[in-house]
């Protein structure tokens, strides 16, 4: 299909779209799931799996056994499923009779039933949230595909069949969707449920979203309540976050990853832990998870107010190409490619974006290039292989001096030092995998980072170089300066899942660890007014950082109406700091002005520019939240949790036990949601 699209860009922009998409195909969804009660009598358990026929108008119009347990536990299962209510399977929007496979599990007589029946993880039981309870409105699987798909990871972003989803192909391929007899056999198979922490975890799904055109991954960060974002920095320059009124800097103090791999920058001159997202291509964005706190074991380094958490994925498959124009001079290219046949994680895409800007000294360019490849690990598990490349250029204002505005010596958008702006360069793989093991799921990740950063700024107003005691002569040369960067990040993390049942409940406990290893070069040198041109070192390391951490997450439900979730982390960190310069300065008379790292002290005996410093660092952190079932569709939530930054190794002294930056957060809300039809409605009240 060919479309051509108009959009407002700036004071004007035109928007044309070519794009070979494809139908969407959305599986039933569960909303009534009266559980089913093992027969009376039965001293051994058993699965039962059903083939289940939903029609267009969400009812159970068939149900038929597939995989017998046992006649007793075959009728029970048919009794039970035959009562459940579904979201009808839909089509571009219209609902279609769906055929799905669902498995159930019993347990013997005298332990409490499984809720729903569903299965989950590698056969594990799981439950399907009904109105009221904790988990109510929680992203859940549409159905868990039986045969060689039972127990195979099932989540949130659960994938449809056939040629839209890549998954094992839908049959029969309806002719008429929604009329008698037109009945689509649908499969699904998704990754791990995202379990909620709290009143402030905000799990967006992009869906529809995706047709708004988007500037960059920061808009959809927006979508999260209680944050605001600013740059002052350039096009190029990673934005300012204001998390509920919590200034987290340029990322500093929350915790930033696309695919489970880290954005934070060890030891970046600019800031230490900062995040710049603009590499990332808004429209490969399925699904964004902003935890606002420090609640989830998983959180670590830099997750002092919260974390941010992309997911990658296109469900329009295609391919698209498009190319968009807007004011100052906005020119934007896109070209992507997500096969059809193929999952939702394989994709290809490219974007090249170039700007005037709206005033002086702010012109920019940048090119991004991402791929990934979703496939099959035997008949239940998962793997990605991501890849991804980013380069930019881009010019800065800067700020200005009142006076000089005020007087009209300078415009308003205009600059103190044209010289101001930067580059960067960025380039990641990453292998993860997911698959089912015995009683529970193993998941594991491997990623590594190339990153090259340079800031030219000046935020002072050429007030602060001035003449002192014991320098030669010289006029104002301003005090702007250039921190250059480049680091090589590699790490891996991992986690092993298990579901058991206790309390007649379905309960869950991960085991997993994270470590992450980094060596970086921060350069801070002062430079001349209007030049680029170095004249003072004012900091140059190196250094290479080790964090290793362990954690253990839990998901217990010792009451119906009661879940808790959460456990603890420890975090370790290694510090090998190289000083290059330890010793700059002027020491002695006669020297050329501001020699950088002189050979001699200040009484004239030798001495070497660079100074070696190790430390350790440690953190131990505890983070918890429970979940209160309450009538009318009401969930209470209260959490608490211990967040923690690294040390910058700009600070670190010899054998030095570094202290972490930590912080304490509480607090307790009030959450309503509940299905009207194909509306979820949904409100908080956090405190």
Known sequence: MTNLRVFTMGAAAVWLSFAALAQEVVPPQPIETPAATAPTGATTGAIVGLLVTVGPDGAVQDASVDVSGGAAFDAAALDAVRKWKFRPALRNGVPFAARVRIPFRFVPEGTAPIPGGLVGTAGA??????????????????????????????????????????????????????????????????????????????????????????????????????????NEGG????????????????????????????????????????ADTHFIIPELIRDLQVIEGPFDPHQGDFAIAGSARYELGVRDRGMRAEASFGSYGTRRLLGLWAPKGQREGTFGAFEY???????????????????????????RGLYRILAGMYATHYRSAGVLRKDQVDSGQLDFYGTEDASQGGDAQRYMASFDLESPVGDGVVTAQTFLIYRSLRIDENFTGFLLDVQRRGQSLHDQRGDAVQKDYWAITAGTRGGYRVHFNWFGRDQAVELGLYGRYDHTVP????????????????????????????????????????????????????????????????????????????????????????????????????????????????????????????????????????????????EAGLLYRHPFGSVDLSGRVVG
């Not at 949230?129 to 060689?148: E, H, M």
């Not at 340029?250 to 489970?260: D, L």
């Not at 170039?354 to 099959?376: C, K």
Request: proline residues 9%; contains cysteine; glycine residues 12%.
């Open 353 to 379: 974006q170039t700007t005037d800007g709206f005033g002086i000294s702010r012109a920019a360019s940048h090119a991004t290039g991402m791929a990934q490849y979703e496939g099959e690990l035997g008949p």
């Open 523 to 666: 350069t801070l040198q002062r430079v001349r007014f209007g030049t680029q041109t170095p004249y003072l070192i004012d900091q140059m390391l190196q250094t290479d950082i080790v964090n290793v951490a362990g954690y253990l997450d839990a998901e217990i439900k010792p009451l119906p109406f009661l879940t808790l979730r959460g456990g603890v982390r420890q975090d370790v960190w290694y510090y090998n700091v190289v000083d290059l310069c330890a010793t700059n300065g002027n020491y002695q008379t006669g020297q050329p002005l501001n020699v950088n790292c002189p050979p001699y002290d200040a009484s004239g005996q030798p001495q070497e520019p660079t100074r070696r410093q190790t430390a350790t660092g440690d953190l131990f952190a505890p983070k918890v939240t429970a979940l209160v079932a309450l009538p009318y569709d009401l969930t209470f939530t209260a959490s608490y949790g211990l967040g923690g930054q690294s040390l910058d190794a700009r600070y670190i002294s010899q054998e030095q036990k570094a202290p972490v930056v930590p912080l304490r957060a509480a």
């Open 235 to 274: 096009e190029g320059h990673a934005g300012q976050v204001f998390l509920r009124g919590f200034n987290a800097g340029t990322g500093e103090a929350i915790e930033f990853t696309v695919n489970g791999v880290p954005i934070n920058e060890v030891d970046n001159p600019d800031a230490h832990g900062y």
């Open 125 to 230: 039981p799981a439950t399907v949230p009904g109105p009221g309870s904790p988990d109510a409105g929680a992203p859940t699987p549409s159905a868990v595909a039986g045969g060689a798909d039972a127990g195979a990871p099932a989540g949130p972003a659960a994938e449809v069949a056939g040629a839209d989803g890549g998954m094992p192909v839908e049959r029969p391929t309806p002719t008429a969707a929604g009329q008698a007899g037109d009945i689509g056999e649908v499969s699904v198979r998704g990754r791990q449920r995202k379990v909620e922490r709290g009143g402030s975890d905000f799990q967006i799904d992009v869906g529809q979203l995706a047709i708004i055109p988007r500037k960059n991954a920061e808009d959809l960060l927006n979508l999260a309540p209680g944050i605001f974002i600013a």
